[in-house]
């Protein structure tokens, strides 16, 4: 359970990473990007074929047109997109049948491990990202203060 909670929280946090650019400036998000990266994770590590490709592609990109417009009427009002954790959780759900109508045991079975590393290497950079242990805080310590005479 804490599994697919994490997972749904490292993506809706790489989907708003993913949409700004370096000096604060917000680029168009693309589902059809997203899609495709995540149909192309699944290609590369579960071998599938351009069939189920054309199927997990079309998946992703229903979620990801989903997320936007979430993402869109938020900033409508005024506010941040809001995550429910029940929700975020349903949607994991739905996605892991649909993953499973769509590949095979075997195949699945390889997705699956795939994740297992990738969350394993994603929450190995530790709080801010530094490296565990580092406590977020910057290489070599705090920022050096300006000395204002």
């Not at 804490?2 to 693309?30: H, Y």
């Not at 809001?82 to 699945?108: C, H, P, S, V």
């Amino acid at each position: 359970m804490k599994k697919i909670i994490l997972t749904l929280m490292a993506v809706m946090i790489s989907i708003v990473s993913f949409a700004q650019q370096p000096g604060g400036q917000r680029r168009e998000f693309k589902p059809e990007d997203t899609a495709k990266r995540r149909a192309d994770q699944i290609k590369e590590s579960a071998k599938i074929n351009d069939e189920q490709y054309k199927k997990v592609y079309d998946l992703f990109l229903k979620q990801a047109k989903d997320q936007q417009a979430k993402m869109k009427e938020a900033q409508q009002g005024g506010g941040r997109p809001q995550f429910n954790r029940e929700e975020m959780q349903k949607q994991q759900e739905a996605t892991t049948k649909a993953l499973k109508g769509i590949l095979t045991a075997e195949q699945y079975k390889a997705y699956e491990k795939a994740q297992q590393e990738r969350r394993q290497r994603f929450g190995q950079g530790g709080p801010g990202g530094f490296g565990p242990g580092q406590g977020g805080q910057r290489p070599g310590g705090d920022r050096p203060r300006r000395n204002n005479q």
